[in-house]
Structure formats: C-alpha cells, structure tokens
C-alpha cells in the first residue's frame, strides 16, 4: 500500500529552526516533494529530492533517505510569514504509472 | 493574466446536480491535472491528462468526468453532486510528466459545498 505520514501541528518560535519530518511507504520511488501551502491559497513547489542526502535552498533545505523511507524539511531563521502547511508528496515509478501521493500536510505556527 | 486559473473560486450547489468546475493554463503545459483536498486525507489525484484528448483516471475518480478537448482547459464534471464530493478543488499543470522531477503549478482552488 501507499503511506505517507507526516506530524499533524508544529509550533515553533521566530528566529528559531524547526525539522518537519516524512516517512513513507510507497510501491515505487522516484524522487521527493516539498510543498509550502498557506491557508486558502494553492500549493507551491520548495523541493525536489531524488538521491540521499542534504539540499540546501537557502533558509530551507531537504534531506532524504531512501533506504530508511524517510525525509525532512528544515527550516532555518524562521518568520512569521512561515506559519503555513507543508506538504510532502512521493513521486512514485513506473510500476504504478509515476503518480504523486501527497501525505495529509504538516501546519506549522510559528509564534512571536 | 498568465498562470493558471479555476472558477468559480466558490460554489455551493445542491446533491444530485450537475457541476462543472473549469481550469484554464497559459502556459501550453502538456500535463494537467485534479485534486481534491480534504482535512486529513491531504491532496488526492481525482483525474490527469497528458496532452488533449487523452486522460486517464487517479486515485478517487469515481463520480467525476473530465475532456480535454483544448491544451489549455481542462474542465472536470461531478455528474451528480454527493455530499462526499463536497471539498476544496484543485488544478495543476505541468510542463512535462512528473517523472522527470518536473514540478506542477496549482491554481487557486475552487471550494465547493453539496447541500
């Protein structure tokens, strides 16, 4: 089966860091998405991830693990304007036609 | 204006009715794609197309209908309205098949109420 899964709610403090972490289950693999969506408004694209390791972007950066079915996203320097809901979404292979899941979203206060 | 772009925005409507929800991109992407959101269950694939005239169906396809029949609209039909149906909408587009790390760009959502 597919699984994503993904912590619920996360508060953190302006100016502080904070890890949101991923891990999955998936038929296939293909590479790894982060998504920043706030309230009401669309998903957008922060990263993709296909091999292991730490990618950098500025205050963000992604890091994957194949081989543990896991993955984070690392928020540096965090602001106000950060309190939104993450989105981490597998890209799957061709066993099962390269389809997208997305797990259910991790939303992120970030307090004064 | 340039983008991708969904209307209505807003629409409640009544179970048993039929309701059509529109995406338009101007980008000449040659993959669009449907999701719903809903609390808990996060996006999920309704219906994709890989270029017009050609679709095929995602994870929670049942009771919806799409066509492409231009590259830049991509139109998705609930033939009957069910409550279950009710639930935020989203479009995306991508240059390429997500196979190749291609990210896809969302519209604005429609959020759709079934009385």
């Known amino acids: 089966g597919q699984n994503i899964d993904q912590p619920t709610e996360m508060t953190a403090t302006e100016g502080a860091i904070v890890q949101i972490n991923c891990t999955y289950q998936?038929?296939?693999?293909?590479?790894l998405f982060w998504y920043q969506q706030h309230a009401g408004e669309a998903p957008t694209f922060l990263s993709y991830n296909v091999l292991d390791g730490l990618e950098e972007k500025g205050r963000f950066s992604s890091f994957l693990s194949r081989s543990k079915g896991y993955s984070y996203l690392l928020l540096k320097e965090l602001q106000m304007k950060d309190s939104a809901s993450y989105l981490c979404a597998v890209l799957g292979d061709n066993t099962g036609g390269f389809k997208t899941i997305f797990g259910a979203g991790t939303r992120l206060f970030v307090k004064a | 204006d340039a983008g991708i772009t969904q209307s209505p925005r807003y629409k409640i409507t009544e179970t048993g009715r039929q309701v059509t929800l529109m995406c338009h991109q101007t980008?000449?992407?040659?993959?669009m794609f449907w999701y719903r959101q809903d609390l808990g269950h996060g996006l999920r694939l309704i219906y994709y197309s890989a270029a017009a005239d050609i679709t095929d169906k995602g994870e929670v396809p049942d009771g919806y209908v799409v066509s492409r029949s231009k590259t830049e609209n991509f139109p998705l039909t609930l033939e009957s309205a069910t409550r279950s149906q009710t639930s935020v909408y989203f479009c995306?587009?991508?240059?390429?098949?997500?196979?190749?790390?291609?990210?896809?760009?969302f519209g604005p959502g429609t959020r759709l109420l079934v009385l």
């Open positions: 998936t038929s296939g693999f293909n590479g």
């Open positions: 995306a587009s991508s240059e390429s098949f997500p196979s190749s790390g291609e990210t896809q760009y």
């Open positions: 980008w000449s992407h040659s993959y």
